[in-house]
């Protein structure tokens, strides 16, 4: 069975910092991996999609990474900003499986 | 593109009354719908496979008869919450995949949080 671990669980930064997010998944044969975030009662926000093919994705001053063969994927936020504050979920599918989330806060 | 709608955003009912909640692409197909469920401070919990033209497929611990879907085009599903309990409170919200993409992407509308009273 599919599972999907993250971590950390929460994260406060000041302003300006780089961090990284982690996300592990149990089972390899997973296609695809996705990064979203998710503000406070709201839907999801597509972040990065890395497909089975693909090593890594960058948008801006994000980037993610996948090793299939270790069952990893790190996004990489650079330059944080307050507005990056949000839950930060990753997926891996063809069975969409969530993981619990990193809770980020990025202080002014 | 790939904008996916959900109504009501908000709904509050009494206990015992069937609630509908409606999930749209609005700039593509989907032959695929997903309906998760989300606890406070908790991620999103997957709670049916919508397939457009045929049966959903249901995840283990979901009643079927509790929670009815219909994907009746390739651009709406819905989630019926039928005789609503208190218990049924929760944040529901609905991905799509374009059909058209073999990327394998989700879209997600902006949930429908649901009290029940």
């Known amino acids: 069975k599919q599972e999907v671990t993250q971590i950390p669980a929460a994260l406060s930064v000041p302003e300006g910092e780089n961090l990284v997010l982690n996300c592990s998944f149990t089972?390899?044969?997973?296609?695809?991996l996705q990064w979203f975030r998710q503000d406070p009662g709201k839907g999801l926000t597509s972040l990065l999609l890395?497909?089975?093919?693909?090593r890594e994705q960058t948008s801006g001053r994000l980037n993610a990474s996948l090793d299939k063969s270790s069952g990893r994927s790190t996004l990489y936020i650079a330059a944080s900003q307050p507005g990056d504050s949000a839950t930060y979920l990753c997926?891996?599918?063809?069975?969409?499986?969530f993981g619990p989330g990193t809770s980020l806060s990025v202080i002014p | 593109g790939a904008v996916v709608s959900q109504h009501p955003s908000r709904v509050i009912c009494k206990s015992g009354t069937s609630v509908k909640i409606e999930c749209r692409s609005l700039d593509f197909q989907a032959t695929t719908m997903f309906w998760y469920r989300q606890f406070p401070k908790q991620s999103l919990m997957l709670m049916a496979t919508?397939?457009?033209?045929?049966?959903?497929?249901?995840e283990q611990g979901v009643e079927k008869d509790k929670f009815l879907i219909n994907h009746a085009s390739l651009t709406l599903s819905t989630l019926t919450v039928t005789s609503a309990h208190p218990e049924d409170s929760s944040f529901y919200i609905c991905?799509?995949?374009?059909?058209?993409?073999?990327?394998?992407?989700?879209?997600f509308g902006e949930g429908s949080r649901l009290t029940v009273l």
């Open positions: 890395i497909q089975s093919s693909q």
């Open positions: 997926a891996g599918y063809d069975k969409v499986i």
């Open positions: 919508s397939n457009e033209g045929s049966k959903a497929t249901y």
């Open positions: 991905s799509a995949r374009d059909s058209s993409r073999n990327t394998g992407e989700l879209f």
């Open positions: 089972d390899s044969a997973i296609y695809n």
